[in-house]
């Protein structure tokens, strides 16, 4: 289902909704629920580039699609930058 949910974003991006924290993080869980550890990691460059706020639920899918892809670098990475962005 993560494949729909991207399907979705990208929808809704074409249609000009503005995409916020809400719908990058349906995204990012579909994708950690589907094992898409990496798609996980681009939804949050994406989120970043439009500025988008990131927030406890988007870095919490991703570090959980990291750990469940084996891909622990990548979580601990993450980890830290929650340290250092101070998200609530």
Known sequence: QWD???RLLLEMASANV???TITYNT???ACEKGGQWATALRL???MASARVELDTITYNAAVSACEKGGQWAKALKLLVEIAS???E
């Open 4 to 6: 729909q949910a991207l």
């Open 18 to 20: 503005d995409l916020n």
């Open 27 to 29: 995204a990012v869980s």
């Open 44 to 46: 949050l460059v994406e």
């Open 85 to 87: 962005a101070r998200v």
